[in-house]
């Protein structure tokens, strides 16, 4: 299955990246690093990870507070969000149904 990102997905990481090293260099990194390492997680078992809400799937991040929330669409994997797990817990759930 192919694994692509919602253009607002993709806009979150890079905040999170530039966030992360801007307090430490080599952080941003290591975020980058670690969102590589889940998506490929992500993409290798899909229907691996706990159910958020309805078709909506979430893998935690290890090192960072962060989830990412993907749901399986025909044969691709769309990652709808990578958000924090702390802040606006629901903002993202308007883009189930409009990625």
């Known amino acids: 299955m ?3 990102f919602a253009k607002l997905a993709r806009a979150e990481m890079a905040e999170a990246k530039c ?3 801007q307090q430490q260099r080599g952080l941003g990194m290591t975020f980058q ?3 590589a390492v889940s998506a490929r997680r992500i993409s290798d078992q899909p229907l691996a990870w706990q159910v958020e ?9 290890n090192r960072f507070p962060y989830k990412m929330l993907h749901a399986i669409r025909g ?3 769309i990652v709808l969000a990578v958000a924090h ?3 606006n817990p629901d903002y ?3 883009r189930i149904n409009n990625p």
Do not use: D
């Not at 809400?53 to 991040?61: A, E, Q, T």
């Open 2 to 4: 192919e694994l692509i």
């Open 19 to 21: 966030y992360y090293e």
């Open 33 to 35: 690093h670690e969102a």
């Open 53 to 61: 809400i309805g078709p909506i799937r979430r893998f935690l991040f």
């Open 75 to 77: 044969k691709r994997i």
């Open 85 to 87: 797990q702390h802040r």
């Open 92 to 94: 993202w759930i308007e």
